[in-house]
C-alpha cells in the first residue's frame, strides 16, 4: 500500500494518477477524499489528531505528504509542526518510508539565482522559518536512523487543472482569459521558474518507489532557462490569443494592500521572491533519471487547451 496524505491538492491528484504505474495499492487521505483511480482506497481522517494519523499510515509501504494548509503564517506556525509530529511517530510505527513535498522558501534569498539542493537553508520570512523546522524533522530522523525519508521540492509550479495555489493561474491565466490585466510582483524583468505539475506527480512517484533515493534532498524536474515575467505573461497571452497587458504590484502596496485583503499581507513577506531571478536547478534528478521536463512553451499549451478553451 502507498499512502497520499492530503490528496485533495493538484499535487496529490498528480502523484496519485502517477503511482498507477508502480502499484494498485494506493490510500487516499483527506478530510473528504475523492477517488482519482478506480482502486484507490478512500479514508477520512483529521491528520493534525494523532490517532488519526496513525490509522491513515497504518499498513503502508510509502508515505506521501502533499497536504497544504491555508495560506495563513499563525495557522502554519501551529499546524504544520503538529501534523509533521504526528506524520513521523506513525511512519517509525508502521516502519512506513516518507517522502515529502517541499517548496524553497527556507534557502536563503541571495542565493535565488541558482537553487540546488546545496543551497544555504536561511529563511527570510515566517513561512519559511516553518518549512525549515519541519524538513529538519524530517532529516534529523532519517540521520540518526530511525525513519526512512526524502525530501522532494519544487518550484513555484503551475499546470492543466489548477484552481487555486499557483502564482500563474492567480496572476496571469485567469485575469487575461476574463479580459483583464495580468499581474506580476516587483518587477517584471527578472527570471521565474515554475515547476510543471504532470512532472511533479510523476517524479515524486519515481523517487518514492527507488530505494537508493531516501534519505535525501531533490530538486524536483524544472525545465531550465526560465522565461522574464515579462515573458511569461507575452507566452500565456500568445497562446490564448489575448493582449499581453499586465500591472505590476509593487511590494509597499501589497502592505497596504493587505490591511483590507488579509492574503496580500501573508504575500508581502514572499515578495523577495520576485525583485530577483529566481531560478531552480534540478540537474541532478534529470541526470539520475534520465528524464526531461517539459518545456514552458508546452506546458502553457496544455493548461490553455485544457482549462481555457
Known amino acids: 500500500m502507498q499512502t497520499i496524505l492530503g490528496s485533495g491538492g493538484i499535487m496529490g491528484i498528480e502523484l496519485a494518477k502517477s503511482l498507477k504505474t508502480f502499484t ?33 499510515v497504518e499498513g503502508s509501504s510509502v508515505v506521501y505528504v502533499t497536504v497544504g494548509f491555508p495560506y495563513d503564517t499563525k495557522i502554519w506556525q501551529e499546524y504544520w509542526p503538529k ?13 512506513a518510508r516518507l517522502v515529502f513535498f517541499d517548496n524553497v522558501y527556507m534557502y536563503d534569498r541571495n542565493h535565488l539565482d541558482k ?9 527570510s ?44 493561474t492567480e496572476m496571469i491565466f485567469k485575469p487575461l482569459s476574463n479580459g483583464k490585466k495580468a499581474n506580476w510582483m516587483c518587477s517584471v524583468n ?26 535525501d534532498i531533490w530538486h524536483l524536474p524544472t525545465a531550465p532557462d526560465p522565461p522574464t515575467g515579462k515573458e511569461w505573461i507575452e507566452m500565456i497571452a500568445n497562446e490564448m490569443g ?36 529566481y531560478i531552480f536547478d534540478s540537474s541532478k534528478f534529470e541526470k539520475r533519471f534520465d528524464y526531461t521536463p ?6 502553457i499549451r496544455e493548461v490553455v487547451e485544457r482549462d481555457y478553451r
Open 115 to 123: 537553487m540546488t539542493e546545496k543551497t544555504p537553508v536561511n529563511p
Open 24 to 56: 494498485s495499492d494506493i490510500r487516499l487521505v483527506s478530510r473528504n477524499p475523492q477517488k482519482v483511480n478506480k482502486s484507490d482506497e478512500l479514508m477520512k481522517a483529521d491528520l493534525l489528531q494523532a490517532d488519526n494519523a496513525m490509522k491513515a
Open 294 to 299: 517539459a518545456e514552458y512553451q508546452e506546458g
Open 125 to 168: 520570512s515566517r513561512k519559511g522559518e516553518v518549512r525549515a523546522k519541519i524538513a529538519r524533522m524530517i532529516m534529523d530522523e532519517a540521520e540518526k536512523g530511525r525513519l526512512t525519508a526524502l525530501i522532494a521540492r519544487s518550484a513555484d509550479f503551475y499546470g492543466p487543472g489548477i484552481e487555486k495555489n499557483s502564482g500563474l
Open 83 to 95: 501534523f509533521m509530529t504526528n506524520v513521523i511517530e506513525a511512519c517509525k510505527a508502521h516502519s
Open 190 to 215: 527578472y527570471r521565474h521558474s515554475f515547476s510543471y505539475t504532470p512532472d511533479l506527480g510523476k517524479a515524486t512517484a519515481i523517487l518514492g518507489n527507488t530505494d537508493d533515493a531516501y534519505n
Open 242 to 277: 489575448a493582449e499581453a497587458k499586465y500591472q505590476v504590484l509593487p511590494k509597499f502596496m501589497m502592505g497596504i494592500i493587505g490591511l483590507f485583503m488579509p492574503i496580500m499581507k501573508e504575500l508581502a513577506e514572499m515578495a523577495y521572491q520576485f525583485d530577483r531571478d
